[in-house]
């Protein structure tokens, strides 16, 4: 039976509405899929921790206090400074400095997780965040060494010898001025050096603990009496309370500071209760200063701070003036005897490569 055309065209309606099979599925676009790389930010976002000093008392039987830290100077309320930037911040920072990241688009992925940055996203773009985050890292590891020293001259010689007071002298100046007093003279009485990072406050103490008898404290029976020594702790040297923050140039550095020195008298005068009994009690006697201030210093540079400690004991080991020759007349006893003393502190900030 041949077909009809009416059956021919009913056919032809047929396959004509049927859908196309599908191709191998070679014109399908494949998913966007980047690798991923994970990015340590907790040097930049590491709250950054302070360490406060002790400070040197200069009466004896508080010694002991100073070893603590005096807890009235650290805010309990204050929050925690990050390291550079909040993770809130680098975020904000990135995306828009990037439209690459502001953008996102198709498999692109910034996610904060804790202290660590997990990115995924074209080579390239990936590269430029990398760039970023190094430049901020050479932020966050900048370190500076601060330096103390305490010079003793003959008094009225600080001037000529070492410097004017808030003199900013060359490093190599300072050493120079500093070798030369001490051929005049002149001793180191202290020099210390203590690292911070930028905006962190450190301390560093160096000096020296000594015991003394202080009282006696008696107990009495009915036939007999015990007495049992008081024994207290003095301590001299050197207390550097520091913190040092950079200028945005870098080529100065604010220096908010806590200086101390504390020197005891050798010829320490010691006192006798009367008592068989009993020993002699110790009064020891000591001589410092205390400076808390904020001074801005060029990097390397030298300030010179002073005089401090004036006092009219001779300086040991200072020469003594020579006797006038015969006939010149009798000399006086104070010329005769070595110069007074008088120090100054220098202090010295420059940058840790």
């Known amino acids: 039976m041949k077909p009809t055309l009416l059956g021919v065209l009913r056919l032809t309606l047929v396959l004509a509405a049927a859908p196309a ?31 406060p000093g002790p400070r040197f008392e200069l009466s ?30 680098l975020e904000e920072l990135i995306r828009g400095g990037d439209p690459y990241w502001a953008e996102g688009g198709e498999g692109v992925r910034l996610q904060f997780v804790q202290r660590k940055l997990f990115v995924r996203g074209a080579e390239e773009a990936v590269r430029r965040l990398k760039d970023l985050l190094r430049t901020l890292e050479r932020e966050a590891t900048r370190s500076f060494a601060i330096r103390a020293t305490i010079v003793e001259v003959p008094r009225g010689t600080g001037e000529s ?3 004017r007071p808030g003199q900013v002298l ?10 030369s007093a001490k051929a005049k003279g002149g001793r180191i ?3 210390a050096s203590v690292c911070a990072l930028a905006s962190q406050r450190v301390h560093l103490v160096d000096g020296r603990e000594r015991s003394y008898v202080a009282d006696y404290d008696v107990e009495v029976a009915q036939s007999s009496a015990v007495a049992a020594p008081v024994v207290e702790v003095v301590r001299d040297g050197l ?5 040092p923050i950079p ?10 500071f806590f200086v101390s020195f504390t020197a005891l008298d050798p010829a320490a005068v010691r006192f006798d209760p009367g008592n068989p009994a009993l020993g002699p009690i ?14 801005t210093v060029p990097v390397g540079d030298v300030l010179v701070l002073g005089p401090l400690l004036p006092s009219d004991r001779p300086m040991p080991g200072a020469p003594v003036p020579a006797a006038p020759k015969p006939g010149e007349g009798k000399p006086e006893a104070k010329d005769l005897q070595p110069p007074a003393q008088e120090s100054y502190l220098l202090l010295q900030v420059r940058e840790v490569k």
């Not at 060359?170 to 001025?177: G, H, K, S």
């Not at 207390?239 to 913190?243: E, G, H, I, T």
């Open 161 to 163: 010898l070492i410097g």
């Open 189 to 191: 009485l202290a020099d």
């Open 282 to 295: 110790d009064l020891p006697r000591s001589v410092g200063f205390r400076m808390e201030a904020t001074a």
């Open 247 to 256: 200028s945005p140039s870098g080529e100065r550095v604010r220096l908010d």
């Open 60 to 89: 004896p039987g508080r010694a002991l206090q100073s070893l603590l830290r005096e807890e009235s100077r650290i805010d309990p309320d204050e929050p925690e400074r990050p390291r550079v930037i909040t993770s809130e911040e």
């Open 170 to 179: 060359p490093a190599a100046q300072a050493a120079e001025r500093v070798e």
């Open 21 to 51: 099979p599908a191709l191998a599925q070679e014109g399908e676009r494949k998913p966007v899929s980047y690798p991923l790389t994970v990015f340590d930010i907790s040097a930049l976002v590491e709250p950054l921790r302070d360490f």
């Open 239 to 243: 207390v550097l309370d520091v913190r």
